[in-house]
Each structure stands twice: as structure tokens, then as C-alpha cells.
């Protein structure tokens, strides 16, 4: 069965860099890029009127313009009430200790990686994702 994944990552490089990543990983994965986390929001919006499913999981960039990958869960979690919310992975350019723990401490976090994504990274993903 195919994963939906989804990228929302301001920065053109590290979306490339995260794609090629999951490219080469083993599975099938359907994955789609947002620049903003508002466009991120705007698909899940759309996803949920057509009936469609959202993501399985999330990548997403804590520093962006406009909204942060923060107000982005909050965000997140008031519009899928009903569904099972993604498993999102967040992925930051800065080793930032306050961020760290606070994805650590956060209930809809499910890791914290420093850009760019490994190999290494992605198996302890679907690894910790397959067996949930």
C-alpha cells in the first residue's frame, strides 16, 4: 500500500534534499512539497472536504515565514477533529536545545531530526511508524 507523505518546508534545497531521501528509500510513497505551512493547511482543508485521505506523514520545518511549523500543528490539530492525526517529523537546519525538547516533550511530535534527512533517520522512521 502506497504512504502519503508530505514535505512543508520553506527552503527549496532541503525540500529537494528530503525528496531525494525518501526517493531512494525502499516503499511506495506518494510525496507532495509545500512551501508554506498555510498551503499545507489549505490541502488537508481540501483533503477532508473531497473525503480523501491526509497524509500518513509529515515532514515539516519549524522556521518558516508567515506561520511556523509549530502554529502549523496547532493549527493541525483543530482541523482533523475526527481523524487520526499524521505522524509528523520535524526537521530543523539549527540545533536548537529549546526546540529539541520541546518536539520531544510534544504530544503530536513524533521525532525530531536535524536537516538534512539520513538514511539512517528514515529507517528509524518507518521503522517506529510501521509497527504503530
Known amino acids: 500500500m ?15 534534499a528530503t525528496r531525494y531521501c525518501l ?56 482541523k482533523v477533529k475526527k481523524s487520526r492525526l499524521p505522524e509528523i517529523f520535524v526537521l530543523s537546519a539549527f540545533v536548537n536545545a529549546k526546540d529539541r525538547a520541546t518536539a520531544k516533550a510534544h504530544r503530536e511530535v513524533s521525532g525530531y531530526f536535524d536537516k538534512p534527512l539520513t538514511k539512517i533517520s528514515l529507517s528509524k522512521i518507518f521503522q517506529q511508524t510501521t509497527t504503530r
Not at 2 to 15: A, E, G, K, Y
Not at 50 to 77: A, H, N, T
Request: charged letters at 35%.
Open 2 to 16: 502506497q504512504r502519503t507523505v508530505w514535505i512543508i518546508d520553506d527552503d527549496m534545497v532541503s525540500q529537494f
Open 23 to 78: 526517493e531512494q528509500f525502499k516503499g511506495e510513497l506518494s510525496i507532495e512539497t509545500f512551501s508554506k505551512a498555510e498551503e499545507g493547511l489549505e490541502a488537508i482543508d481540501l483533503a477532508l472536504e473531497d473525503g480523501q485521505r491526509i497524509p500518513e506523514l509529515i515532514f515539516l520545518d519549524l522556521v518558516m515565514d508567515d506561520m511556523d511549523g509549530w502554529q502549523f500543528i496547532e493549527e493541525l490539530k483543530k
